[in-house]
């Protein structure tokens, strides 16, 4: 009797301990599930793609109720962007390249930004000439993460065999380079790209224009055709510049690196690409030569933006504020693969000293973004069909570009 006494009181105790506990947990406040802030950006580099993922833990460290889902889109980003922004199934915070802006701005898809920036934030910091393809309005709808400029790369040993000791500092001056470096170390002394998109500084440095107020293209006139006119002269007269194509590759670099062309216009992109894949190449960077007395180059950025339809925006804009921010952009451009858009990063990874990138961050000033309007797809597809067709001897520049900015016209007008 005494042992099933025992027994029971062990019992009682042992259910009044859990009666006890439950209670207590009952009590005890309980965290709330973190916040998903979706993110979505186009596939790169996968050492880009690595170093993103680190700098979005770091933020998730700061923010332990925000989990941030990264989606990398493989194909068609745009496309699939503005197929999500249709059916409200966008994500809250994306990429979105300076080349689409003007359109998606002008949507209403987009959160303004502008209640979001505080002081501390320092959007001074910011390089203007990047923010304001990304303003519409008065309103700020992206904040840019990165950004390259255009650069002269040329080879220091193709220069030091025909005695050349600096680079060419006019349009001229690189001409006279191009015929004395051909047919020495490398075939062609010039890589010339023909695209748009490596041309607009050109058609701008003799006061030409690839879009009017309206958005319709209007790169025929007469002094845009200038800048186009010293391509064709050292394509067809000299002979001493050769498309990706005559060499056999499948971008400037490349035919850069390959010693097809001694010298070549690109990218900060292409410092790493070269460094990596031909180690042996030993190359230097320079502003790209003046044209018509001008400093000219082409400015290339992307920024981080807001879908409207954003479920917890508030988050969304920590996220944004934090990549954007001088110490999530610090180190998002810290191993080299893009430029900084704050000035004060720039000077703290040393980039306007660094001997190769010095060069690419001394244009963003001066530099031609590439943007333009809200139907540039029109604008770009008719222009690199004519040009490449000028460039081969088809037909002439003044015709060829008439037809490329009608058809444009056309298509934008059936756009609108």
């Not at 959160?111 to 934030?121: S, V």
């Not at 944004?320 to 999530?328: N, R």
Request: proline letters at 6%.
């Amino acid at each position: 009797m005494r042992k099933k006494r025992l027994f029971n009181l062990l019992g009682l105790v042992i259910t009044i301990a859990i009666a006890l506990i439950s209670c207590h947990n009952l009590l005890l406040p309980k965290s709330p599930p973190p916040i998903i802030v979706k993110l979505s950006g186009w596939t790169g580099n996968p050492l880009e793609q690595t170093l993103l993922k680190q700098v979005i833990q770091d933020f998730e460290k700061q923010q332990s109720q925000i989990k941030v889902k990264y989606e990398a889109i493989a194909d068609q980003y745009m496309d699939v962007i503005k197929t999500r922004l249709v059916g409200e199934a966008a994500p809250d915070v994306f990429y979105l390249d300076a080349l689409e802006a003007p359109f998606l701005m002008s949507q209403n898809v987009l959160e303004p930004l502008n209640k979001y920036i505080k002081p501390e934030f320092d959007l001074t910091d910011i390089e203007p000439n990047l923010l304001n393809n990304f303003t519409y309005q008065n309103h700020i709808y992206g904040l840019p993460k990165d950004y390259s400029t255009l650069a002269l790369f040329y080879n220091k040993q193709a220069f030091n065999q025909v005695g050349l000791t600096s680079p060419p500092t006019t349009w001229e001056q690189l001409r006279t380079y191009a015929k004395q470096l051909t047919g020495k170390l490398n075939k062609y002394g010039f890589g010339e790209i023909p695209e748009l998109s490596r041309q607009a500084y050109k058609i701008n440095a003799f006061g030409g224009e690839i879009i009017d107020k309206n958005g319709y293209a209007t790169f025929a006139n007469d002094p845009g055709l200038q800048g186009l006119e010293l391509v064709i002269n050292q394509y067809q007269k000299d002979r001493s510049s050769a498309q990706k194509s005559d060499v056999g590759t499948n971008s400037g670099s490349e035919m850069f690196g390959q010693n097809k062309v001694a010298m070549v216009i690109e990218g900060n992109w292409a410092i790493p690409y070269l460094q990596e894949t031909f180690p042996k190449l030993e190359f230097a960077t320079a502003e790209i030569p003046k044209i018509n007395h001008q400093q000219a180059t082409m400015v290339f950025t992307v920024a981080y933006v807001m879908n409207k339809q954003a479920p917890h925006k508030i988050e969304a804009w920590k996220l944004i504020s934090y990549l954007t921010g001088k110490e999530g952009m610090k180190k998002w451009t810290s191993k080299g693969f893009a430029l900084p858009a704050r000035k004060s990063v720039a000077q703290q990874l040393g980039y306007d000293k660094d001997p190769l990138r010095a060069s690419l961050v001394a244009g963003v000033n001066y530099a031609t973004p590439w943007q333009l309007g809200k139907y540039p797809a029109a604008i770009i597809n008719n222009f690199d069909n004519q040009f490449i067709s000028v460039l081969l001897g088809q037909q002439p520049l003044k015709q060829a570009m008439l037809k490329a900015q009608n058809a444009a016209n056309q298509q934008i007008q059936a756009d609108m």
